[in-house]
Antibody, heavy 121, light 108 residues
Framework: QLQLQESGPGLVKPSETLSLTCTVSGGSISNSSYYWGWIRQPPGKGPEWIGTMYYTTNAFHIPSLKRRVTLSVDTSKNQFSLRLSSVTAADTAVYYC?????????????WGQGTLVTVSS | EIVMTQSPATLSVSPGERATLSCRASQSVSSNLAWYQQKPGQAPRLLIYGASTRATGIPAKFSGSGSGTEFTLTISGLQSEDFAVYYCHHYNNWPQWTFGQGTTVEIK
């Protein structure tokens, strides 16, 4: 069974870059039949996809974030990462890493426990 | 972007009764619709996928129905552990996946 764990700073200053890493255990991130991605959930709101990776393609789900988001994978460490630049208070949220099977394997659904990132000076 | 609209925003139900939650998509998502339950401080938990298939370990008290643009989650015999926030999520065409804004099921 896959397990995902987010890590990274819980406090980021405005205009700086938010960097989070997701460590995967119980399976290989090289399994390209899965979608690997990031979801965030602002306080009191519903979750929203930020970006996902599938095979060699990255997709960004929030057009307004596209220019600020970078997704990357480190197969040697079985990790994938999110970088969100030029953050503002609106980026304050619980950030989850997740893996999902999509339309081909919709029962495949694993989330990390989530990490609260607060943007504040 | 496909917008998922859930109703009602809050549902007050007495223990032992049934709750019916709705989710509407702004355009057809076929049966590529999931329901999640979220409790405070926890990640969402998958309940239903494919609009009507229960995920592993989910009791039969949870049932989903619908296709296209109209979906329903029914929870029968509500118990204390069922009071939570429920989200619908469509995964019809990557990367246009989106979640609804949620329905809070609270104790009446």
């Amino acid at each position: 069974q896959l397990q995902l764990q987010e890590s990274g700073p819980g406090l980021v200053k405005p205009s700086e870059t938010l960097s989070l890493t997701c460590t995967v255990s119980g399976g290989s991130i090289s399994n390209s039949s899965y979608y690997w991605g990031w979801i965030r959930q602002p306080p009191g709101k519903g979750p929203e996809w930020i970006g996902t990776m599938y095979y060699t393609t990255n997709a960004f789900h929030i057009p307004s974030l596209k220019r600020r988001v970078t997704l990357s994978v480190d197969t040697s460490k079985n990790q994938f990462s999110l970088r969100l630049s030029s953050v503002t208070a609106a980026d304050t949220a619980v950030y989850y890493c997740a893996t999902f099977g999509g339309v081909f394997a919709p029962s495949l659904d694993y989330w990390g426990q989530g990490t609260l990132v607060t943007v504040s000076s | 972007e496909i917008v998922m609209t859930q109703s009602p925003a809050t549902l007050s139900v007495s223990p032992g009764e049934r709750a019916t939650l709705s989710c509407r998509a702004s355009q057809s998502v076929s049966s590529n619709l999931a329901w999640y339950q979220q409790k405070p401080g926890q990640a969402p938990r998958l309940l239903i996928y494919g609009a009507s298939t229960r995920a592993t370990g989910i009791p039969a008290k949870f049932s989903g129905s619908g296709s296209g643009t109209e979906f329903t989650l029914t929870i029968s015999g509500l118990q204390s552990e069922d009071f939570a926030v429920y989200y619908c999520h469509h995964y019809n065409n990557w990367p246009q996946w989106t979640f609804g804004q949620g329905t809070t099921v609270e104790i009446k």
